[in-house]
């Protein structure tokens, strides 16, 4: 059980478009779901956490306009990165956790994106 | 100071050795607690919750001491599949948590 899943798992995109990033809770409903980003040989950063049917709550320093997060159901979550960078390449991992039942975060595979 | 702290490493130990990592956490309000492992480009996977009277799955041994304000993992009977990185996760609440930065495992045949 807890199984989260992200597509794509790599993505490679020219600077200036947007993409977009889902995750899936597969058995269990989400209630939460956080976006992290991590830079090689560095500890995940939290972006934001998104509730579902809510605004998303982006950590300091996170763009909000920039990384557009959607929760529009129990299983699924959304990251649109807009106008992306170069400097926006990064593995982007979302977890996913049902409140009423447990703190545990169970995370999905991972997005590599690469802004070319 | 940071929410929460762990020794880097790398711990280097051959097949077969015990190895314990501790990470310490600032806020003596944090509820609960977490081992996940993450394996090189990889996304992390949870390894075990640590509970107050401590756990134990298999080889791994998890322990919370809130005297002293930390959490340890020992792996007993190193496994070459066990290197990997250990996270460490701190939950103040639903919503305020800290990751370790982790400590690194090389088991080394």
């Known amino acids: 059980g807890a199984v989260v899943s992200q597509h794509p798992s790599r993505v490679i995109c020219k600077s200036g478009t947007s993409v977009k990033i889902e995750c899936r809770s597969l058995?269990?409903?989400?209630?939460?779901m956080f976006w992290y980003r991590q830079f090689p040989k560095q500890s995940l950063m939290l972006m934001a956490t998104?509730?579902?049917?809510?605004?998303?709550?982006?950590e300091q320093g996170v763009e909000k306009d920039k990384f557009l997060i959607n929760h529009a159901s129990l299983t699924l979550s959304t990251l649109t990165v807009t106008s992306a960078h170069p400097e926006d390449s990064s593995f982007y991992i979302c977890?996913?956790?049902?409140?009423?039942?447990?703190?545990?975060?169970?995370f999905g595979p991972g997005t590599r994106l690469t802004v070319t | 100071r940071k929410e929460v702290e762990q020794d880097p490493g790398p711990f280097n130990v051959p097949e077969g050795a015990t190895v314990a990592f501790n990470c310490t956490y600032s806020?003596?309000?944090?509820?609960?607690f977490f081992w996940y492992r993450q394996d090189c480009r990889k996304e992390p996977k949870l390894l075990m919750s640590v509970y107050s009277s401590g756990n134990e799955d298999g080889r791994f041994t998890a322990q919370l001491n809130r005297a002293s304000q930390y959490i340890s993992l020992l792996i007993r009977d190193s496994k070459l599949s066990d290197s990997a990185t250990y996270l460490c996760?701190?939950?103040?609440?639903?919503?305020?948590?800290?990751f370790g930065s982790g400590t690194k495992l090389n088991v080394k045949p």
């Open positions: 996760v701190v939950n103040i609440n639903f919503n305020k948590f800290y």
């Open positions: 977890s996913a956790r049902d409140d009423r039942v447990r703190y545990e975060q169970y």
């Open positions: 806020n003596s309000a944090s509820q609960s």
């Open positions: 998104s509730n579902e049917g809510s605004k998303a709550t982006y």
């Open positions: 058995d269990f409903q989400a209630t939460t």
